[in-house]
């Protein structure tokens, strides 16, 4: 698995936008950059996702640099719904069998009034 | 909007016992998977099913562990004799394919007395 680098820790004010970067230098080919995020206890969101090309959905954008060694994902308008642990994951892909996230410690964003 | 639901919310438990978590992926998902998050500590994988069988699975899951889909609509994680260690948020997923992204379920925290 290529090994991801999050910094541990974010603040954010409310209505402003979250950039939090992720570091994957050793991200091969052919795997994807996953950003999920943990609320409190609840199950793992997933957020976005992209192979080298800029992502937006509703939710994030995600800005891949075109190496591919780092991306950042940004909350364009972060609320105090958006306080959680976000995780940059590489996913694995094994050819014929179900692939597997593997979650780090992730940044914790705390979203500030 | 489809979710995944896991049930118990919460069991407690003694040392010794057996224990069944029960999940419902979403229903034109063909892959499954358990995790785990201990408290405090990151979330783990612990298997994938595909196609009724295992694709993959971590060294936490042991001869302990088993998972089964026994119906067209259930998936269960059995713990065959539960130690203290096994105290856990346990986190049912699925996902339609091997690219797309996973949908958590709530979990179900285990508590090992």
């Known amino acids: 698995d290529a090994k991801t680098t999050q910094p541990p820790s974010m603040d954010c004010a409310e209505g402003r936008a979250a950039n939090l970067p992720c570091n994957h230098s050793?991200?091969?080919?052919?795997?994807?950059v996953y950003w999920y995020r943990q609320i409190h206890s609840q199950g793992p969101q997933y957020i976005i996702h992209?192979?080298?090309?800029?992502e937006t959905n509703e939710m994030a954008s995600l800005i891949i640099t075109e190496d591919r060694k780092s991306s950042t994902l940004i909350l364009p308008h972060a609320t105090l719904r958006d306080t959680a642990v976000y995780y940059c994951i590489v996913r694995v892909w094994g050819a014929g069998t179900a692939s597997k996230l593997t979650f780090g410690t992730g940044t914790r964003l705390q979203v500030t009034l | 909007e489809p979710e995944v639901t896991q049930t118990p919310s919460h069991q407690v438990t003694q040392m010794g016992q057996e224990v069944i978590l029960r999940c419902v992926p979403i229903s034109n998902h063909l892959y499954f998977y358990w995790y785990r998050q201990i408290l405090g500590q990151k979330v783990e994988f612990l298997v994938s099913f595909y196609n009724n069988e295992i694709s993959e699975k971590s060294e936490i899951f042991d001869d302990q562990f088993s998972v089964e889909r026994p119906d067209g609509s259930n998936f269960t994680l059995k713990i065959r004799s539960t130690k203290l260690e096994d105290s856990a948020m346990y986190f049912c997923a699925s996902t339609k394919d091997r690219t797309g992204e996973l949908f958590f379920g709530e979990g179900s925290r285990l508590t090992v007395l």
């Open positions: 992209g192979l080298k090309n800029n």
């Open positions: 050793t991200i091969s080919g052919n795997e994807y």
